[in-house]
């Protein structure tokens, strides 16, 4: 199946429409995450499939969109943390297209990759706007401990965030890769694979 | 239909300024604490957001968006006035604890720099229908394309919230579990997540069919449903904010 470049910005139909879903997604699993009161945030599995689905860029649209609406609806905080949820939607699109969906055990090295550039991309804005905290209580307890020991702030803070980070990833990045595999076939050439197949 | 906001509905001057003036504010109350970063500046531009809330009749529906850093703020109280790299000058003590007097001070710097960003986010929030920010970015040259995906997703999450109490109804009747040790939580997320992404997702399709029918991708000059309100001062603002960034930036540079 030849698809057209991962870095296409021709945007079809059903990409563009795949991002609100995206977005909706993203909000309903933060939703479940809470009603089941899971130690997770699991906000971020309508960003990680579209990326699946239809590449890096519509990936990174979904991120950044996500943080936007998600500033106007809930929490303006949000907003500056967009930048994590486009690094989220490049990060987990090119993985995808180089093949890093093709197992369970590639899905959960990718959920790693992915939870390492969150945070990497997270700690300059958590350093900026918080001092270096993340707002979880074990993430939080774990910085208030290493600065009572003398470590650098930076370090404080990125440890502070991996902790929380790399579970939370993970676990998003399966749950999408679960739903990505149960999708019907014609769906997922809709947005992406399927130039050949059919076209909107 | 039903859409997701927390835009206020009232009339008042603040709700009749223009979108792009109220992201230029969003730009000042930003920028200039950080380019005068004193305790004055921060505290005069707190003043200044709080009078343009009171003055848009919505004081009071920031108070739910504070309340939620305000814990995040006080752990940040606590630990940078106990830990922080650099504490000297002890200022009060807590049984064993003591806290620092430069700990405390930067952290009264960021909470300050927080809240200033959150309360000029909320002026465009609660002051702004999101159809009208949108509308006027895509006239200011935004992709009318995403444009429409930015109105979409106020739609379609209250549709899918629907959908999440269906589900969630028919999962217990069926007699899922959602409540218990983790592992029983843990196992309960993907049948209650599964079912409302495959209907949404199934639902794209139809849904960009029905655009693509209406001339979603159709070439030439797209037209607005509301006529464009254009006020004299509206410029009169946007020139006013740009101008008093570039003079903090003079202001820093001579000094």
Known sequence: MKREGMWSLKLSTAALVLIPVAIGINYIGKF????????????????????????????????????????????????????????????????AYKGWISNLWKAIVMGLVVGLVAAVVSTPINIGFWGGQTGNVWGDALYAFLLAHNYPVWLASFLDEIVVDIPDKVATIVVAFAIFKGLPKGLISLFGGGKEIEKL | ??????????????????????????????????????????????????????????????????????????????????????????????????????????????????????????????????????????????????????????????????????????????GM???????????????????????????TRERSIALEVRGFSAKGKKSFLNEEIQEPYHRFIRWGLLLSIILALVWRVAA
């Open chain 2, 1 to 174: 239909m039903e859409t997701l906001s927390l835009y206020v509905d009232r009339d008042s001057p603040v709700h009749r300024v223009d979108p792009i003036s109220k992201l230029l504010y969003i730009l000042a109350a930003t920028a200039i604490p950080i380019i005068l970063p004193s305790l004055l500046t921060a505290a005069v531009v707190l003043a200044i957001s709080v009078a343009l809330l009171l003055l848009g009749r919505t004081f009071r529906r920031v108070i739910p968006l504070i309340s939620v850093i305000v814990f995040v703020l006080l752990t940040i109280l606590i630990i940078q006035g106990l830990f922080r790299a650099g504490n000297v000058t002890p200022l009060f003590q807590l049984g064993s604890l003591i806290f620092y007097r430069e700990g405390l001070l930067y952290a009264v710097r960021i909470s300050l720099r927080v809240i200033n960003i959150m309360l000029a986010f909320a002026i465009l929030i609660l002051t702004t229908k999101p159809s009208d920010l949108f509308e006027t970015l895509v006239r200011k040259g935004l992709s009318p394309r995403i444009g429409y995906v930015l109105s979409s997703v106020l739609q379609i999450i209250p549709q899918m919230q629907n959908t999440v109490g269906t589900i969630t109804d028919a999962q217990r009747s069926r």
């Open chain 2, 177 to 203: 579990e959602t409540e218990g040790s983790l592992a029983v939580r843990l196992r309960a997320f993907i049948p209650l997540i599964g079912p409302v992404v495959m209907s949404s997702l199934t639902q």
């Open chain 1, 32 to 95: 479940f995450a809470e009603l089941l009161r899971l130690p997770l945030w699991l906000d971020s599995i309508g960003t990680a499939l579209a990326s699946m689905l239809a590449g890096p860029i519509v990936g990174a649209l979904s991120g950044a969109i996500n943080n936007i609406i998600y500033g106007l609806t809930v929490s303006p905080i949000s907003f500056v943390y967009a930048i994590t949820s486009v690094a989220i939607g490049l990060t987990v699109g090119i993985m």
